[in-house]
């Protein structure tokens, strides 16, 4: 069974301030996703990254995969109150439509 | 011009009972899945179908039985239900079958009481 520990679990900060969100797994993954989900919402997709090292940015979001692509990590620059949400991260494997989710990490940014 | 809907968005019911989650996608997508999401937020794929066809299908108890009359819809059945069937329902779609991006409905949110 494929297994992706999110850390931290929950994380609250003040507006403007910097943070980081990791993903890992002793699983090899051909691509990793983040999602964003909002109360009463499905998770929304931010970006995949699917070559071993690949850096992808997203305004002030940073996105990594590491270079084994068995883990991610998602950086926020100068955090807004927007970004408040549960951030999972997905896994798939070979190259079928089957998603492995994170166990997610549930951020909220107050001003 | 929802994308994926699904209906209803609550579902409170009593154990034993049956019902039934509807999920509609106006994506032009081939492929559909069902998610289970618990308590403690964590996501879990249940089925998938392409263009009504069933290729994934995790280990979920036989009281759950997707249903796909056409690539734009999969209903969910649920027979018998059980206080740990309670969670949130979620209805994705993709194109193709190897790795399109998933766009999710907004969820359903089954309670057994």
């Known amino acids: 069974t494929q297994l992706l520990e999110q850390s931290p679990q929950f994380l609250s900060i003040q507006e403007g301030e910097n943070l980081t969100v990791y993903c890992n797994s002793s699983s090899v993954f051909s691509s990793l996703q983040w999602y964003r989900q909002e109360p009463g919402e499905g998770p929304v997709l931010l970006v995949t990254?699917?070559?071993?090292?690949e850096v992808k940015k997203l305004k002030r979001l940073t996105f990594q995969f590491g270079d084994a692509r068995k883990d991610s990590s998602l950086h926020i620059t100068a955090a807004q109150p927007g970004d408040t949400g549960l951030y999972l991260c997905a896994g798939r494997t070979g190259g079928g439509n089957k998603l492995t989710f994170g166990t997610g990490t549930q951020l909220k940014v107050e001003l | 011009d929802t994308a994926v809907s699904q209906t209803p968005k609550y579902l409170v019911t009593q154990m034993g009972n049956d019902k039934s989650i509807k999920c509609e996608q106006n994506l032009g997508h081939d492929t559909m899945y069902w998610y289970k999401q618990d308590s403690k937020k964590f996501l879990k794929i249940m089925f998938s179908y392409n263009n009504k066809e069933l290729i994934i299908n995790e280990t979920v108890p036989n009281r759950f039985s997707p249903k796909s009359p056409d690539k734009a819809h999969l209903n969910l059945h649920i027979n018998s239900l059980e206080l740990g069937d309670s969670a949130v329902y979620f209805c994705a779609s993709s194109q193709g079958r190897y790795g399109g991006e998933q766009f999710f409905g907004p969820g359903t949110r089954l309670t057994v009481l």
């Open positions: 990254v699917v070559t071993g090292g």
